[in-house]
């Protein structure tokens, strides 16, 4: 719902409206009471268990161990007392008057009740002066002077008074939500200031805490630099040296964002949903790297059956060898000494490498060995009739065309769909974080049990995230 409140029938609009102040403030108060009747019950038993225990109840060598053995149990009683107590304070018991100053904080009961009459005296207001503008328009719409008309400049000036109201009313409304919002606010933050410093938490594992929001928080933006570092890679894949650096350093930023999603969802803060997507685009730096190896090396084969045929036609034109190898060189873009070695060593070797895309995308060495063979690394140069080179009648080279263009369309889709799967799931870890680093396009996903699941079966399994699609 937008600030002006376009779209409102102000006719029809109610108070409880899941948009304006919905709930009831009277369910709200019984709540609360059952919640302060628990604390009242809670503490009850911890002064009569602390009673039992302190000596004055059970003065013996078994009272005392026995108090050893319970004093733990009567502090737990306690903080729960605490807790309870503060979340019935901040729901409040009963429905209590309007409070005479709107900043003053109130138990939500209270407060709910409050911004309800505020809502409701807003809403009238808006109605009829919605209702008058309507009938003042359409008497002018159907008066029969012309505008200069008194009678017209009269109904106008009306309207425009009834226009006035109606922004009045909406002013008032805002004024009634945000009451609504800033009384919200507090109770929540008073429940949950109680739970977070009640000393029920087990304090031995305070230090796990703190941990596992760093680990969320780093996964999650190292899963931000894979995606932005894969895009690099892709788009620069052309670029010696720079492309295959970059995957490298993507590869290094998914394995970090697996490694961290992997801990969060055997916690259970986490999903096995997200794990997944992050073991494919893992996977995907490997499959890519070699497909695009197999899609550049088709290319260079398609380049020097060119060439070869090149060289034999101009030699037939009565070219020497060497201005041969020239012309076919600056035809096809590629070196006479290397069109052997292309032809050999082309596509058909590869083929078999796909068997092992797993191992190889967790190879780091290939890595390097990639970045060594694109600075200039290779071996010197061979001639045109290199041994294993195939036969003038062996070379087709429509075959090495398509071989290269579907590598080059499973290399492009190998990184293109892992990388955009990676980055939609992106889940923003602050208030206020960009759509771009946090678009969290899942979230609705994981809430389908199962798709959501996360933790360890037997011990903290969920079979989906909650509502929020966190």
Known sequence: MSDDFSGVDWQTARYDDKEFTPGDPYEVAR????????????QEQATRLHNLVDGNGW????????????????????????????????????????????????????????????VRAALKKAK???????????????????????????????????????????SD???????????AAHV????????????????EHHWWDSVED?????????????????????VLSWVPVLGEVLAALA????VVALVCDTISALDGKGTWLDVAIDAIGVLSFGAGRVL???????????????????????????????????????????????????LAEGPSELLPQMRSVVKESLNAKAFLDDIRIAAGTLPGEESLVTAGAPKMAQIADSSFKSMAGYGKALFIGSQTLPLAAGWSNLAPVADGESWLTGPDAWGGVKEIPGLGAGGIPFYNWRWSTPGDGG
């Open 31 to 42: 709540l609360g009471k059952r919640i302060a009747d628990t604390a009242t019950l809670i």
């Open 59 to 118: 003065d013996s060598d078994a009272g005392r161990e026995f108090q050893k053995k319970t004093e733990d149990t009567v502090g737990l009683l306690t903080k729960s007392h605490q807790r309870y107590a503060a979340a019935a304070d901040a729901l409040g018991s009963t429905v209590g008057p309007a409070p005479v100053d709107d900043h003053v904080k109130a138990d939500w009961a209270t407060a709910l009740e409050h911004a309800q009459n505020l």
């Open 128 to 170: 009829a002066a919605d209702a008058d503008s309507s009938r003042y328009q359409n008497q002018i719409d159907h008066h029969p002077g012309h505008d200069d008309h008194p009678d017209k400049q009269r109904l106008q000036k009306q309207k425009e008074s009834a226009d006035g109201d109606l922004e009045d009313a909406k």
């Open 173 to 183: 409304l805002r004024q009634a939500l945000s009451y609504r919002d800033t009384q």
């Open 188 to 203: 929540k933050s008073a429940i949950h200031d109680s739970v977070d410093h009640d000393g029920l938490k087990d304090p």
């Open 214 to 234: 760093w680990i969320a928080k780093i996964g999650h933006w190292a899963g931000v630099a894979a995606a932005i570092l894969g895009v690099l890679a892709l």
């Open 251 to 254: 590869l290094v930023a998914s």
């Open 292 to 342: 695009g190896t197999a899609a550049k090396e088709a290319s260079v084969a398609a380049r020097g059956a060119s060439a070869v045929k090149d060289v034999q036609l101009a030699r037939e034109v009565g070219l020497n060898p060497e201005a041969a190898r020239g012309l076919a060189e600056a035809l096809s873009g590629i070196k006479p000494g290397q069109i052997g070695k292309a």
